[in-house]
């Protein structure tokens, strides 16, 4: 027997699901008992992000703009999070403090805060 993973229904819901919700997905969360499932995405800089389910029950335009919501607040974090003195001292770490500095640079990470660095 296949892999329920592996099934085609189950790749053309997935394919219907990423289309309707312009994302990237990964799979699905289970809600306890007093929330509703998660739909889980891929956000910026590889990130999992997640969506409650009832998402699919919105037009089509509506759930797009909660996703954008949802990435628009995970960048507005992120953004918060790396301010210019923080990027400073993660920067000063790698490079002073790791071997692998170069391999760092080389993440998503590393090249967000080199392009935040060159914009600063």
């Known amino acids: 027997m296949a892999k329920q993973k592996d099934s085609p229904n189950r790749q053309l819901f997935v394919n219907f699901l990423e289309d309707f919700l312009q994302v990237s997905f990964i799979g699905f969360q289970e809600g306890p008992n007093v929330r509703f499932d998660l739909i889980l995405f891929r956000g910026p800089l590889g990130s999992t992000l997640a969506v409650p389910a009832t998402v699919m029950h919105e ?62």
């Open 59 to 120: 037009p089509r335009d509506a759930a797009r703009r909660i996703i954008q919501q949802k990435i628009a607040a995970w960048d507005a974090a992120f953004n918060s999070a790396l301010d210019a003195e923080t990027l400073e001292a993660v920067s000063g770490y790698w490079n002073t403090h790791s071997r692998s500095g170069r391999a760092v640079s080389q993440t998503s990470i590393g090249r967000e805060i080199a392009k935040r660095q060159e914009a600063a």
